[in-house]
């Protein structure tokens, strides 16, 4: 059974830092993206940032704040986030994609105040 279990969300003030976990299991994930999207209250989920065959991608809103990362032998991506703002409040969503197969994890909250 394939798990994406996401981890290190919470709440920070705006200037500060988070870094999101996400563990994967149940499969070998060498081939797939592994990335995050997120979801605000009221808006459609978005991409945040992927890793992909080595390359590293990234929304706009993000770049420069955001930094994806993988440890390929632990089945584990990671997303340090900062310099945060409050409209990257979102719930954050962990991703695993080998096309056309989409995993997802149960989403972390993170809260940036103001």
């Known amino acids: 059974q394939v798990q994406l279990v996401e981890s290190g969300g919470g709440l920070v003030q705006a200037g500060g830092s988070l870094r999101l976990s996400c563990a994967a299991s149940?499969?070998?994930?060498?081939?797939?993206?592994l990335g995050w999207f997120r979801q605000a209250p009221g808006k459609e989920r978005e991409f945040v940032a992927r890793w992909s065959g080595g390359s590293t991608y990234y929304a706009g809103s993000v770049k420069g704040r955001f930094t994806i990362s993988r440890d390929t032998a632990k089945n584990t991506v990671y997303l340090q986030m900062n310099s945060l703002k409050p409209e990257d409040t979102a719930v954050y969503y962990c991703?695993?994609?080998?096309?056309?197969?989409?995993?997802w994890g149960q989403g972390t909250q993170v809260t940036v105040s103001s």
């Open positions: 991703n695993a994609r080998l096309a056309p197969i989409d995993y």
């Open positions: 149940g499969r070998t994930f060498t081939n797939y993206a």
